[in-house]
């Protein structure tokens, strides 16, 4: 009896984003590490809250001012021409937010700078423009569908350039860290892969006791493990005190609205696409040509 011959199917724009994010992410040494903390009072909290900010603007920001605070968390190994560290100014998250195109499901990022000087509504504004605008609008989104048709190896030296050259250009890009997040579908992510130093997550949050386990996945080349650990305290202290309170107090912030005690070169924008003006470089080499400020 014949049996019927399957099809060949070409790789999504999508599909050959995560490849070469994962054929990077292998070579980093990454370990995991977990805490259960209680969130019981933010459930009210953001309940009551105007805009009623999602879970994940609220880890954001958290991870944000803790990474402000501790400038490890800002650092990213460079390999070439020589190993060394660069430190960012300030935390840019790359949040992974899955969007449909072609009639299927895949995973595109969401460029969000500078967080910890931005309000829960702002955060949430951004993220339903990165879920609801049309793909082609959004400048990451479409550059990842377009950088998707170039060749494979000529993508895969251009993802080397980017996170081995240059430090800024690698922030700017890629961000300073990753959150991904299966939780409100009920499920936990065990070890997610990054080529970033750290990317976190979180699992499905109790709704009647507030628990949850949230993760580090840390690049160990650059960090230890006791160290995320501390680190892991610090965003549960953020969680349930500096967010808690903005919660309890905040009102829905207007693009007008600036905070006093936000430095002059991260002014947040409802379209996260679109970057603060930067500071000078920090990562140039001698005799290097100056660059102007990010744009995309």
Not at 71 to 90: I, K, Q, T
Not at 199 to 228: E, F, N, S
Not at 284 to 292: C, F, I, T, V
Request: glycine share 6%.
């Amino acid at each position: 009896m014949h049996e019927p011959n399957g099809r060949y199917l070409p790789l999504a724009g999508p599909r050959r984003f995560i490849g070469d994010l994962v054929h990077f992410a292998h070579r980093i040494p990454s370990a995991p590490v977990s805490r259960t903390i209680q969130l019981g009072e933010l459930i009210e909290a953001r309940a009551r809250h105007p805009a009623r900010p999602s879970w994940v603007c609220l880890f954001m920001k958290a991870y944000a001012r803790v990474g402000a605070e501790h400038a490890p968390l800002r650092r990213s190994l460079l390999e070439f021409p020589w190993p060394r560290v660069y430190e960012h100014p300030w935390m840019n998250c790359a949040l992974a937010i899955e969007r449909t195109y072609q009639g299927e499901n895949g995973v595109f990022v969401g460029l969000f700078r500078a967080p910890e000087h931005q309000s829960l509504t702002q955060l949430q504004q951004a993220v339903d423009w990165y879920k609801h605008e049309t793909l082609e609008k959004v400048g990451f989104y479409r550059m990842a569908l377009r950088f998707s048709h170039v060749p494979r190896p000529i993508r895969r030296l251009l993802w080397w350039s980017t996170l081995n050259i240059s430090g800024y250009k690698r922030c700017k890009r890629f961000g300073t860290f990753g959150l991904s997040s299966y939780g409100a579908l009920g499920a936990e992510q065990v070890h997610p892969i990054s080529p970033l130093t750290t990317t976190m997550t979180y699992g499905p949050i109790d709704p009647t006791t507030g628990q949850v386990v949230i993760k580090l996945i840390y690049d160990h080349r650059l960090l230890d493990g006791a160290y995320i650990a501390r680190r892991l305290h610090d965003i549960e202290d953020t969680l349930t005190g500096p967010i808690l309170a903005e919660l309890r107090h905040d009102r829905p912030a207007t693009s007008s609205d600036r905070s006093p005690a936000r430095p002059a070169h991260v002014e947040p924008l409802l379209k996260p696409h679109f970057p603060p003006s930067a500071p000078e470089r920090t990562d140039r080499s001698p005799g290097s040509r100056a660059e102007p400020s990010p744009s995309s």
